[in-house]
């Protein structure tokens, strides 16, 4: 064997037929982004957390249905169908619902949420003893446990998503019959600014939005007041129906803060993705009236490409001063992941300079939502990892090397104790701080 | 500096050979195709802020990638101890030779693999390549020469070299 055989080799086997074309590629990895919107979600680095906003927009348009509350059921497998259900501030509508034969070991239902976003929720029909159960699907979480017993929980299938759903009883009474109940999005926005198509929520969680604006379609170049907003912040952009190398852009105060990649399609609640800047790092003027300009351009600041259809637009929040601190972060203490609300309630933390953070996690009656932080490496670019028992469960890439604080999106489903190790895969330690902290599903 | 291409431009033009060096270092088509869609939706997130020629970027992203991957998302590569059986009955020939370098190429670690991908499908200078991986230049020159040595020991190879000389 000598270079010349590998260098052969390489080149022929290299040389593979590009199936897929270029086209289809790129509509490909512009869907990928909506999983990146799921899994990336800055909390405190601003440039960073820009830079993926911009990203994650490339959700389909919402379709408000009618509401069909009429056909909902009394009773699924027993228990009482409640006919709408609330996530993350939109309210859902019961359309359809099945169930198993008594003693059935499992149910299987297809979710295709093609226009908007759909809940579906479970129940069993037996109490005592209480069953537990398993829902896996191909999106989302792997799987989600549950030993309630009625319509107590729901998973959130995004837009574009085709869920294969399948609960399966775990520990049930003989005779147990499973059910699945669907739902679809309420045509009601919820309060907050709202073009109809996509809304800045008027609250998220803790967060108030300050000012916001939508424009018409086809207006390229928004501007507005704001009154001067002190203390930690956080602005989302819109921009959809733009040509895929359209920028939106956000000034306040004459100052730029970020450009944005444009999205072919509207964004579901864009309100929740976007860059955050501490009270010190605020780019607001100190003093008010605050100016706000929004526009769209083209690559390099070359008049953009798209401009009939694009929709623009921005979103300011001030922030919930409810916080901990996790790795020289601050942490909201109430978050939003999947369409659930969890509240914090355990912080670990790494000695300084340790590449890894490894703990084991007790089991609990409730779901967990870990987060993760980390700070004070050297050098200008970091790669952390969340492990899961030996599991990949998120890598987060920091091209500025200062660290960040993540939501990685992960549950700890309940009466699970998982092996949980956050580790900085790349970069150079320094002085790194590592810290997870797991939040408690409240809604 | 030159001027950067737009994203489709650029994956119209290169995702083709960036495929191929994704191929060569998952051995599988599908894992090669899920590899180059996670490293241009990666550079695609920051497109705005890549001047000039892109490619540096996204074939360290796609590098860096492939090493670090999660090993759940790998799980269709499995490393076998025991040679497969290669289908040739005569080992002299060059396609054999090429087949057994293959196989033998499948058992390298991965990040020795990607030198070699790098260093002699992509053509990078040791230097590129350093920078590709982010080590220095020392450490292309050891990977380099570990996976050439761990070439020629493989079974598969050995057994044509034997074959060869016979």
């Known amino acids: ?443 | 500096m030159a001027e950067r291409p737009s994203f489709d431009e650029y994956v119209a033009a290169r995702s083709g050979r960036l495929l191929g060096t994704s191929y060569l270092l998952t051995r599988d088509h599908g894992l090669a195709e899920d590899l180059l869609q996670t490293a241009l939706t990666k550079a695609w997130s920051v497109w705005a802020r890549i001047d000039g020629d892109p490619e540096p970027y996204v074939r360290k992203v796609l590098v860096n990638t492939y090493t670090s991957w999660w090993r759940r998302r790998w799980n269709g590569e499995q490393p076998t101890g025991e040679l497969p059986d290669s289908g040739h009955g005569d080992h002299a020939g060059p396609a054999a030779v090429a087949h057994d370098l293959w196989l033998a190429m499948g058992r390298l670690p991965r990040r020795q693999r990607a030198v070699v991908v790098l260093r002699y499908f992509e053509d990078l200078t040791e230097a590129e390549t350093a920078r590709v991986l982010d080590c220095s230049i020392g450490t292309v020159k050891s990977q380099t020469a570990k996976a050439f040595a761990k070439l020629r020991l493989d079974p598969a190879l050995a057994a044509s070299a034997e074959a060869e000389g016979r």
């Open chain 1, 1 to 443: 064997m000598n270079t010349d055989q590998l260098r052969t080799l390489l080149h022929e086997r290299g040389d593979v037929d590009d199936g897929l074309g270029p086209v289809a590629r790129v509509e490909q990895v512009h869907d990928r982004m909506e999983a990146v919107r799921r899994r990336r979600r800055t909390m405190a680095t601003a440039a960073v957390a820009v830079l993926v906003a911009a990203g994650a927009s490339v959700v389909p348009a919402l379709r408000h249905r009618d509401p069909g509350p009429t056909d909902a059921p009394a009773e699924l497998a027993g228990r009482t169908v409640p006919k709408t259900q609330t996530a993350a501030g939109y309210t859902y509508d019961y359309v359809r619902g099945v169930q198993s034969r008594p003693g059935a070991d499992d149910l299987r239902l297809a979710v295709t949420a093609v226009t908007g976003p759909k809940l579906v929720m479970w129940a069993t029909s037996s109490d005592n003893p209480a069953p537990v159960v398993r829902l896996t699907s191909n999106v989302g979480p792997e799987h989600l446990r549950s030993a309630a017993g009625g319509f107590d929980r729901y998973m959130l299938v995004y837009p574009r998503d085709t869920a294969h759903l399948k609960l399966t009883q775990l520990q049930a009474p003989a005779g147990n019959r499973l059910a699945l109940a669907v739902y679809e999005l309420d045509r009601t926005p919820p309060p907050g600014v709202s073009n109809g198509v996509v809304t800045f929520r008027k609250d998220i969680l803790d967060d108030r939005l300050a000012a916001g604006l939508i424009g018409k379609p086809g207006q390229t170049d928004l501007r507005t007041t704001m009154a001067a907003v002190h203390g930690p912040i956080r602005y989302s952009d819109l921009c959809y129906g733009a040509g895929s190398q359209d920028y939106v852009h956000v000034s306040f105060g004459g100052r730029e803060v970020g450009a944005s990649s444009c999205a072919r399609q509207p964004t579901f609640d864009p309100g929740v993705d976007g860059g955050s800047f501490t009270a010190a790092q605020s780019p607001l003027p100190a003093q008010g009236p605050v100016q706000v300009h929004v526009w769209l351009t083209g690559k390099k600041s070359s008049p953009a490409t798209g401009t009939s259809q694009a929709v623009i637009g921005f979103a300011l929040y001030r922030l919930g001063e409810d916080t901990f601190p996790l790795a020289g972060w601050e942490i909201p203490a109430r978050q939003e992941s999947d369409g659930h609300e969890y509240l914090h309630s355990q912080s670990f933390q790494s000695q300084p300079g340790q590449r890894a953070l490894t703990v084991t996690i007790p089991p609990s009656d409730v779901p967990r939502l870990v987060t993760t932080a980390d700070s004070g490496h050297t050098g200008d670019y970091a790669l952390t990892e969340l492990v899961v028992d030996d599991r990949g469960a998120g890598s987060f890439e920091d091209a500025t090397g200062g660290g960040g604080s993540w939501s990685s999106g992960y549950v700890i489903q309940p009466g699970e104790s998982p092996t949980l190790t956050f580790r900085l895969a790349r970069g150079t330690p320094g002085r790194t701080v590592l810290g997870i902290a797991l939040s408690d599903q409240v809604h």
